[in-house]
């Protein structure tokens, strides 16, 4: 083996190893506070119905007339 | 011939489907005494887990299947039927999500958002290409990308592009990938997604905008090959670089060369490294001050790169749902007691104060500062890099393809002469 195929071994190995430990631990890492950051707006969210998070439940309350007839 | 018809009647299938863009409605839309509105238009259901596996598993197979068909059967058909299974079913049947393009978002995500879970088919999605790329090339841009294979498919009359058109395009998906990860990075927003050409047309419920750029792609395909795999998809960022260190790539011949020159030509896409001629070898000081220089400028360019990028970094955050209603309220303060726009509306009903809502856009702006620095001395480092690429010749004898950027099509190989293990002659059919 020379050095070439040396780098290239050590390289495919290492990213190898940094996706599948990467993988694991973003699979099993513990899942901090629920938060919907990438639809800031309830009205819009299509999990509403369903959203136990404070904001929601904050939301419905104060639109309760309007978010039954959805 | 019969691929032009083909192609032709899959144009005007697709343009059918959106002619209800510009449709108008005939009479005005009934407004309801209850208060009752036109529901809004809604994203597509969760997919039941079950079949999240089973997407998963058709991935597989055909990630296994496309390696086996370009490394052990170097068959350009059977790529070519695998791409209209791809298509079918990753892009109409699927609407092309999950996609491992887009995934790369949700993983920055998943990095960045400690209340974020990433799904395991989203996470397989991003991580099996990449593992396939690393041994066996990128034969998921092959024929498993429904992106990539709509593309292909109509590839009609290939120009040829000089080099450094190439290369200099070639830095765009650079660009695009800083700043989907700064925007994925910061719950801004997926804008891979938001700007992918093709899902549109893979849905059929494309808007007029989106489907004339996915039409202009599709277009733009027919001469050029693959226009959005090699200047703009950021997911390929990640395989070109895995695909370099591949272990089994495909090869234009299965033996060994005999420089009959027929290949030369046959790649679309630019991907085959022609052999250079050695030269006399240069002296060891030119060697050392050249990579002296280098070394110099990489760390001159990111800083030039961190510095342009972060000197943006207010109007790039301006994207944020966030930062963008803080800057209204900020801008007209009594907007929250006029207006009645969603926004406004949704904020009110939220409860939070002004004071919250700008401590928060706050914090997005400079979470923008900092991405900025880090994503513009990255575009700075591709930049330092491939002017060192441009400084160094390998020398080669053979006709091979570049692991980097060649897509795995198979199309060289109907062009090589040489039958494997007899080094003789194919019969080549005029």
């Not at chain 2, 005005?28 to 997919?47: D, M, N, V, Y």
């Not at chain 2, 650079?174 to 549109?200: E, H, K, M, N, Q």
Request: charged content about 20%; some cysteine; aromatic content about 12%.
């Amino acid at each position: 083996m020379d050095r070439r195929d040396f780098i290239k071994k050590a390289g495919r190995g290492l990213i190898a190893g940094g996706i599948v430990a990467g993988g694991a631990y973003l699979l099993f890492k513990p899942v901090g506070e629920e938060r919907c950051e990438l639809d800031f707006i309830c009205k819009n969210c299509k999990q509403l119905k369903n959203c136990s998070l404070p904001e929601a439940d904050d939301f419905k309350k104060k639109n309760e007339s309007s978010t039954n007839k959805r | 011939m019969k691929k032009q018809i083909i192609v032709i009647l899959f144009l005007i299938f697709t343009s059918l489907q959106f002619t209800s863009v510009f449709a108008q409605q005939r009479f005005p839309k009934p407004e309801f005494e209850s208060g009752h509105t036109q529901p809004p238009t809604l994203k597509p259901e969760a997919r039941a887990p079950i079949l999240e596996y089973l997407d998963i598993v058709v991935l597989l197979v055909s990630l296994s299947l496309v390696t086996w068909l370009v490394l052990k059967k170097r068959s350009r058909i059977g790529v070519l039927l695998m791409s209209i299974f791809s298509i079918a079913y990753f892009g109409f049947f699927r609407e092309g999500c999950v996609c491992s393009v887009g995934s790369l978002q949700n993983i920055v995500l998943a990095i960045f958002n400690p209340g974020y879970h990433i799904p395991i088919s989203v996470l397989v999605f991003f991580a099996v290409p990449l593992l396939f790329s690393l041994f066996y090339g990128r034969t998921f841009c092959a024929a498993v990308c429904p992106l990539g294979a709509i593309q292909d498919f109509f590839l009609l009359r290939p120009v040829s592009m000089k080099a450094w058109v190439q290369s200099v395009l070639g830095v765009i998906p650079y660009i695009y990938l800083g700043l989907s990860i700064l925007y994925a990075a910061t719950s801004t927003d997926f804008v891979i997604c938001r700007y992918d050409p093709f899902i549109g047309i893979f849905r059929l419920n494309a808007t007029f905008m989106m489907f004339v750029l996915g039409g202009a792609f599709l277009l733009i395909s027919m001469f050029i090959g693959r226009p959005y795999c090699r200047f703009l998809c950021p997911y390929g960022v990640l395989l070109n670089l895995t695909s370099r260190l591949s272990k089994k790539h495909l090869t234009i011949t299965p033996a060994a060369c005999i420089q009959c020159r027929l290949c030369e030509d046959s790649c679309p896409f630019g991907a085959i490294n022609k052999p250079v001629p050695a030269k006399v070898a240069e002296d060891r000081k030119t060697i050392i001050r050249r990579y002296s220089w280098m070394i110099i400028l990489i760390p001159v360019l990111m800083f030039i790169g961190g510095w342009t990028v972060a000197s943006f970094h207010e109007t790039l955050a301006k994207v944020n749902p966030k930062v963008r209603l803080a800057s209204i309220i900020h801008e007209n303060p009594t907007i929250l007691d006029e207006d009645t726009s969603i926004d406004i509306d949704a904020f009110r009903s939220s409860g939070k104060t002004r004071a919250e809502l700008f401590t928060e856009a706050a914090d997005i702006v400079s979470d923008f500062y900092l991405g900025g620095w880090i994503s513009g001395a990255f575009l700075g480092l591709v930049f330092g890099l491939t002017l060192t690429k441009l400084t160094i010749i390998r020398y080669r004898i053979d006709y091979t393809p570049n692991k980097g950027t060649c897509f795995s099509c198979a199309r060289c190989v109907d062009y090589c002469p040489v039958v494997k293990d007899k080094i003789e002659i194919k019969t080549l059919k005029i």
